[in-house]
């Protein structure tokens, strides 16, 4: 196949590497890619809106038979690694080195995927050429069940008991960080060996970390560990994944297994016998990064070397049955405690950044169908239920976090909590009953990273539930963050030049007494945010703290009415339709979807 016949192919590789350099960013919706899409592949000089539907559409009938060569594909993978270079989305050496490793998988995602030829032409074309549907809508069933009458949240009885969980995710250790590298440098990730050195003394990797595109070192991931468990005791743990660092171009299966063999066997350490820890998986735990094959893949492309690895190292956590679901989608229900149950979802199957959901995004691994079961059952019993998973719903693609938001409308009495990473931020997302869109019903947790990046102090979360006794709420009734503040780590009073020995992790703000709440019901996050509205000093107390207490600028005008458009959609076209609402014509919404993970 020619070089020219090549340049349409250009467009969706285009499309690619963005979703591979902006990993770190929350998926976009659909309707939303397509005008800054055609304008990268205006950057090629090709005159896409000229060539013919039929001539499209032969192009790439000719690239589906083209790709089974191994000769065509290595012109693919040059192709790719040139659209890289030439948008400047990384150094050429990362490019190089991104091309390799995502090349296999994902040509042959494009192989088995829906868009040969029709779909690729809608894109390229235009809707007259065909319909552009690997996103389509798809719909969930709920059984035919009444949902029972629904009660408003009540505080518990003084002196109630309450369970104090712990809650870590996007921990991010970096092998190679290395303490007086660069902290500014060509590559997406630095504070690493390879960084150089630093031009200006203030812009040198600290030695428990720094604020700039880093991530941390295992020095103070089990700094925080051990600080965490003198922090205890604690009822259970929640972890929601991310584990290695931000070098999404040079990672290696074997790393990647290694790192959560460590990780793993380190918080059991720490935490002890008695912590149960519950996991769920993160969008870095695959190589390539965000690549999850649904379980139809089968082979030495599926995910099966990343699941049967967590199986066998949180088998000290999960019983064998929640190990099975794990091994088979990265997703399980497990019983916490008589009367509460834990469904811990594979967030990487509603995310836009998983190429291999051009395959199929309906429902991957009937992951959704299943937890409408779980949760019927739950009903059933009189069950409450906590989620947790890595992407905030309101970040996924559209249908599935409309399903999602659907199956939360459904069973609001069962759901009493959802707690979510991904953003490394402090924040929270609303959903509202589906018939009005005004009373809150649910809150989604989201907590903050343990690591820096980007330009960040480490942090965790402590939930406190509502406890162990006959008919307990299971909400939430408060939360803490701590921080280790780096400023102070890194520089000891008592040996100037010299960093803390032991650093200690302090209290950054405890929610109720931050905000002047009596409780965290989804109420009281609604009456939450009619005071940003109207509040500006409670606003941005709120901005300070949800960057864990490390931000420059504050957010007025246009940033607040992204940020309180985002803290209100628990799903991702609420996002959209807040922002036509305020006349922003969708600039808020990408802005808002600018959040690093």
Not at 162 to 172: A, C, E, M
Not at 291 to 301: E, K
Not at 335 to 345: A, F, K, N, W
Not at 563 to 584: K, P, V
Request: aromatic share 12%.
């Amino acid at each position: 196949m020619s070089p020219s016949a090549l340049r349409p192919f250009l467009g969706l590789i285009t499309f690619t590497l963005l979703l591979v350099f902006g990993s770190c960013h929350p998926a976009q919706h659909p309707a939303q890619t397509r005008t800054p899409f055609r304008q990268q592949l205006d950057s090629f000089r090709f005159p896409w809106r000229n060539i013919t539907c039929p001539v499209c559409k032969a192009l790439f009938a000719i690239l589906d038979v083209a790709l089974l060569s191994s000769v065509n594909e290595e012109r693919v993978a040059h192709a790719v690694c040139e659209a890289c270079i030439r948008l400047h989305l990384a150094d050429e050496q990362v490019c190089r080195n991104i091309t390799e490793l995502f090349r296999d998988d994902f040509i042959r995602a494009l192989q088995q995927s829906l868009l040969w030829p029709s779909e690729a032409c809608a894109v390229l074309v235009g809707p007259s050429c065909g319909t552009f549907d690997i996103y389509a809508p798809w719909n969930i069933t709920l059984p035919k069940v009444p949902k029972p009458p629904v009660t408003p949240p009540s505080p518990p009885k003084p002196g109630s008991p309450q369970s104090r969980v712990l809650f870590l995710t996007d921990i991010h250790w970096d092998k190679e960080y290395q303490a007086g590298s660069a902290a500014d440098c060509k590559e997406p990730l630095c504070c690493r060996e390879d960084s150089g050195v630093p031009k200006w003394k203030r812009r040198k990797a600290g030695y428990w970390g720094t604020y700039s595109k880093c991530d941390l070192p295992l020095r103070t991931v089990e700094n925080f560990l051990k600080n965490a468990a003198k922090a205890g005791p604690w009822d259970w743990a929640y972890w929601t994944g991310d584990i290695p660092a931000h070098n999404v171009w040079s990672q290696t299966r074997d790393q990647q297994l290694t790192e959560l063999t460590v990780i793993s066997r380190l918080i059991h350490k720490y935490l002890g016998t008695n912590v149960t820890v519950y996991p769920a998986v993160g969008n870095h735990e695959s190589t390539p990064v965000n690549s999850f094959p649904p379980p139809f893949i089968h082979g030495n492309r599926s995910s099966s070397w990343l699941y049967d690895k967590m199986a066998e190292e949180w088998a000290v956590w999960l019983p064998e049955q929640a190990l099975k679901t794990l091994r088979y989608g990265g997703f399980y229900s497990v019983e916490i405690q008589p009367g509460l149950r834990l469904v811990s979802l594979n967030m990487n199957f509603c995310a836009r950044e998983n190429f291999w959901l051009m395959v199929n995004s309906s429902d991957p691994a009937n992951q959704l169908q299943w937890l409408v079961q779980v949760l019927q059952d739950s009903e059933n019993r009189g069950e409450k239920v906590h989620i947790i998973g890595h992407i905030p719903p309101g970040l996924c693609l559209g249908s599935w976090s409309w399903n999602y938001y659907h199956i939360v409308n459904r069973y609001e009495s069962t759901i009493t909590g959802q707690f979510f990473g991904h953003t490394h931020l402090d924040e929270f997302q609303m959903f509202y009953d589906e018939e009005t869109m005004s009373r809150p019903l649910g809150v989604a947790f989201i907590a903050p990273s343990v690591t820096t990046f980007v330009n960040l102090n480490p942090g965790y979360r402590v939930y406190y539930v509502d406890g162990n006794y006959k008919n307990s709420s299971r909400l939430v009734l408060d939360h803490e963050t701590y921080i280790l503040n780096l400023t102070e780590a890194n520089h000891n009073p008592k040996s100037p030049g010299d960093p803390e020995q032991d650093p200690k992790w302090s209290l950054l703000y405890r929610a109720t007494e931050a905000y002047g709440l009596s409780s965290l019901f989804p109420s009281d996050y609604e009456a939450l945010l009619r005071v940003f509205i109207n509040d500006d000093r409670t606003f941005q107390r709120f901005w300070y703290l949800r960057h864990k207490g490390h931000v420059s600028e504050s957010c007025r005008e246009a940033c607040k009415t992204t940020m309180i458009c985002f803290l209100r959609s628990g799903r991702s076209d609420e996002l959209d339709q807040c922002d036509q609402r305020n006349g922003f014509g969708g600039k808020l919404a990408r802005a808002a979807r600018k959040t690093l993970c």
